[in-house]
């Protein structure tokens, strides 16, 4: 596994092995003692699956506050999405600042982000299945969200508020300017700074 900085500290992209042959291939997806090696102590608790039959499909930007916040593992194992992480800590030097790339079966590519970041995506098309391991339960008490398409943001979405095809609660989050703090930055180690295969 390859383990790669993006422009914000802490938020990794993943680049597991593939190994093919005319039958198809095999990867192996996650093994905790690469992963602790690489990102620190981090114990997964629960994995999601979500389907979206539309391309055009938005989720998020949602995020649970402490003591039930969550570091996420991300990967899309079918179809294709636009995933986007972005740093809501407090005190941070890219508070507001946003990391997005595209996952997709076809990539296998995995995003880590830790608690602290409000994280949502765009299916790019139809039958996209996305895959993720949280490190705390789900808590409907402590969920919170940030307006996906907030220009403070700046994200580029590949779909716009008229064509976006979004959940009620969705539609309604509070912008960057409204959200209360409820994460401060600390430098927790050098991860994010670095590439590395394992």
């Not at 198809?24 to 690469?34: K, M, P, Q, S, V």
């Not at 790339?101 to 994280?119: K, M």
């Not at 779909?159 to 609660?169: F, G, H």
């Not at 401060?184 to 590439?195: D, I, L, R, W």
């Amino acid at each position: 596994m390859r383990f790669d900085g993006t422009t914000i500290e802490d938020v990794l992209l993943i680049t597991p092995k593939k190994f093919g042959d005319s039958r198809g291939y095999f990867i192996e997806t996650f093994r905790a003692d690469i992963f602790e090696s690489a990102i620190g102590l981090f114990t997964f608790v629960q994995d999601n699956r979500s389907y979206s039959a539309e391309a055009g499909t938005v989720r998020g930007l949602h995020f649970q506050i402490h003591p039930h916040a969550q570091g996420k593992l991300v990967s899309c194992s079918s179809g294709a999405i636009l995933d986007v992480a972005v740093d809501i800590r407090a005190g941070s030097p890219t508070y507001g600042k946003f990391v997005a790339v595209e996952l997709s079966a076809e990539n296998a590519l995995q995003l880590w982000l830790p608690p602290g970041f409000a994280h949502g995506f765009c299916t790019l098309v139809a039958n996209t299945v996305v895959t993720y391991k949280v490190t705390d339960y789900y808590s409907a008490e402590h969920d919170r969200g940030l307006l996906w398409n907030d220009p403070a943001l700046g994200i580029e979405w590949p779909v716009t508020a008229d064509n976006a095809i979004l959940s009620e609660k969705d539609r309604k989050q509070p912008t960057l300017a409204e959200l209360p703090s409820s994460f401060a930055y600390a430098v927790n180690n050098e991860f994010g700074k670095h590439s590395r295969s394992q």
